[in-house]
């Protein structure tokens, strides 16, 4: 993923910035896919974008409890796209 990691890699932030700001100008939701640490949540909250989904807001599962739900919902909300975080 392009997202993991981000924080430390300058070529990645500038591609990320890029499409960002190129997205934002045409009206298209930017998503941040594959935020897995609370440093890739903060670098694609700096740079603007959208949404975002990934480990970092809750693994895989084939069922959500209330209490995962509610964890959840502490740290980010839910976009309206379903299944994606507003961050």
Same mark, same amino acid.
Request: aromatic share 12%; charged share 25%.
């Given at each position: 993923?392009?997202? #993991?990691? $981000?924080?430390? &890699? ?34 694609? #909250?700096? $740079?603007?974008? &959208? ?6 807001f809750c693994k ?5 409890s209330i209490e ?20």
């Open positions: 993923y392009i997202i #993991r990691d $981000l924080y430390k &890699d300058d070529l990645k932030r500038s591609i990320v910035e890029f499409v960002s700001c190129f997205c934002k100008q045409h009206g298209i939701l930017v998503v941040a896919e594959g935020i897995e640490t609370q440093k890739d949540l903060d670098v694609a #909250r700096n $740079l603007g974008l &959208d949404a975002g989904q990934g480990y970092y895989p599962q084939s069922e959500l995962t739900f509610k964890n959840l919902s502490r740290s980010a909300k839910f976009h309206p796209n379903g299944d994606l975080f507003t961050i």
